[in-house]
């Protein structure tokens, strides 16, 4: 079983800043993209951030230039570190993995619980 445990959302006032971290735990094997979505109330969830194993980064626009991902391997953790936050970088944050748990099966999705971030004007 695998599991994700996203932490460091909160409240924030805009233009400060908030780290995410998520923990891949369990029986893995490894670990290919993963990435970070949000999903504010009433919208669908987006993709914000994506790193790949050889640590390639892609940005939705929305995102560009306030926000990084990053990852460590060693620790099978994701992080998303954010600044310049705006109101509208409210939502429940969701980190994602690509992950096997052995060696002939192939890369399965695994999401975390999501965490709250809000950013007041």
């Known amino acids: 079983q695998v599991q994700l445990v996203e932490s460091g959302g909160g409240l924030v006032q805009a233009g400060g800043s908030l780290r995410l971290s998520c923990a891949a735990s369990?029986?893995?094997?490894?670990?290919?993209?993963m990435g970070w979505y949000r999903q504010a109330p009433g919208k669908q969830r987006e993709l914000i951030a994506t790193?790949?194993?050889?640590?390639?980064?892609n940005y939705a626009d929305s995102v560009k230039g306030r926000f990084t991902i990053s990852r460590d391997n060693a620790k099978n953790t994701v992080y998303l570190q954010m600044n310049s936050l705006k109101p509208e970088d409210t939502a429940v944050y969701f980190c994602?993995?690509?992950?096997?748990?052995?060696?002939?099966?192939?890369?399965?999705?695994?999401w975390g619980q999501g965490t709250q971030v809000t950013v007041s004007s």
């Open positions: 994602n993995a690509y992950i096997r748990t052995t060696f002939n099966r192939p890369w399965d999705a695994y």
């Open positions: 790193i790949t194993s050889g640590d390639n980064t």
């Open positions: 369990g029986s893995i094997r490894s670990i290919n993209n």
